[in-house]
């Protein structure tokens, strides 16, 4: 019988009113079989259950009221990483890396970036290229992806992705995509918390003040905890599936000399940078307090 796979995945951080963030336009997502994704979402489900928990799983509705249930699902997430054959994959766009666009080219706003990035997330990042080979005529991917309110794009993103074994080489593997609701895919909810924790952190929002606010709202000071509190179980991730001591939340993960780690490792971070772009040393000043505000966005 052909194979089963599945990508599912979620999208955050992506702004057009200043002030900007600096990361942005995230995509988080797993890979794995479509046995292994029903075994994870069975466990999220009953972690629910167990609490009482109907709300939706998503990083804006972290509370600190269900902060021990968001950290519970976090362990279950993770632990079905390590145990299983599940990938979780991030990709995201820096403002530092100013794209130069090609003349004469259109200039795409800020809803077509976000595609593009997708379509680039689905293609690249998890390697499927390295996939084993089909036992029979070919294995199946099946792409799920949180809804969208532009049609335009889904129906443009499903026409592009669906051309992708071919581009990679590939026609033994059959891709479908589709868009659900993370409501009832507790597996893509984790992923937007996940990829929301990364951009917070990474962003600033815990040093961002209202008028006349001295120091951290309460919702500040357990979001950064929590955010905190997943980067260390990244690190220790890192440290035991690759033995590397270095890791950063905002830079690529390195291949380790061979790109079938790009399929192989267990966790990955792309920090997407156009061929065409120049530096914008505003944005890597780390000694000021960048916030976007003096900045103008310049199209992917």
């Not at 902060?67 to 979780?88: G, S």
């Not at 026609?171 to 507790?186: A, F, G, K, R, Y």
Request: hydrophobic content about 35%.
């Amino acid at each position: 019988m052909p194979r089963v796979y599945e990508i599912c995945g979620d999208e955050s951080w992506v702004n057009t009113d200043p002030p900007l963030n600096r990361y942005w336009c995230y995509f988080g997502g797993i890979l794995s079989s479509q046995q292994d994704a029903d075994f994870l979402e069975l466990e999220l489900q009953a972690c629910l259950t167990k609490h009482g928990y109907v709300e939706e799983v998503k990083w804006n509705n972290l509370y600190h009221l269900n902060l021990h249930i968001y950290n519970e699902l976090v362990d279950i997430f993770l632990n079905n990483i390590v145990a299983r054959e599940i990938r979780f994959r991030q990709v995201f766009l820096d403002r530092a890396y100013r794209h130069v666009p090609f003349p004469g080219r259109p200039t795409k706003s800020n809803l077509d970036i976000q595609f593009h990035v997708c379509y680039q997330f689905l293609k690249h990042a998890f390697g499927i290229q390295y996939l084993p080979p089909a036992v029979d005529s070919f294995d199946k991917i099946l792409i799920r992806m949180d809804t969208h309110s532009s049609q335009k794009h889904i129906n443009e993103l499903k026409k592009y992705v669906e051309r992708i074994p071919m581009h990679l080489g590939r026609t033994d593997l059959d891709i479908d995509i589709t868009h659900v609701s993370s409501h009832w895919h507790t597996r893509i909810g984790l992923c937007d918390v996940m990829i929301g924790a990364a951009g917070f952190m990474g962003n600033r929002h815990h040093h961002k003040r209202a008028k006349e606010q001295r120091g951290m709202t309460k919702r500040q000071k357990y979001k950064v905890d929590f955010a905190k509190g997943i980067y260390e179980r990244l690190r220790k991730l890192n440290k035991t599936l690759r033995d590397k001591n270095a890791f950063s939340w905002f830079e690529s993960t390195s291949f380790d000399g061979d790109a079938l780690n790009k399929f192989q490792h267990k966790i990955r971070f792309w920090k997407l940078i156009p061929n065409s772009h120049v530096v914008d040393h505003d944005w890597q000043n780390k000694r000021r307090e960048w916030d976007g505000s003096k900045h103008v966005d310049q199209p992917f």
